[in-house]
């Protein structure tokens, strides 16, 4: 999850820089008084999330992969944490009722 995070910060940081460039070569409009920083960021942002979407795609199925399996094996922990508990509870009341 860590690699895919870095890989979509790239590409935003990649596209902030392409908006800048445009933005301070006259060609793409500038933000209105002091919020030129905020309209990059935010057009960097619209920019980035569709390509993220497309070239990301591999990376993003991979974690998904990677986390259903952690969460099958907390699961399966869990499952297992309770059958024990059950065996516990088991053998005490039956050693209660002999006594």
């Not at 690699?3 to 790239?10: C, V």
């Not at 301070?24 to 409009?29: D, E, H, Q, R």
């Not at 030129?36 to 569709?50: T, Y």
Request: hydrophobic share 45%; proline share 2%.
């Amino acid at each position: 999850m860590l690699r895919y995070t870095l890989m979509r910060l790239g590409i935003l940081a990649g596209c902030f820089m392409v908006v800048w460039g445009l933005v301070y070569s006259g060609i793409a409009p500038r933000g209105l008084g002091d919020s030129n920083g905020l309209w990059m960021i935010l057009l960097a942002l619209v920019i980035s999330a569709p390509i993220s979407f497309v070239v990301l795609r591999k990376e993003r199925d991979r974690a998904s992969v990677q986390i259903v399996q952690r969460v099958d094996r907390m699961k399966a922990n869990l499952d297992a944490n309770r059958s024990q508990e059950d065996v516990a509870d088991d053998t005490s009341r039956a050693q209660g009722q002999t006594s």
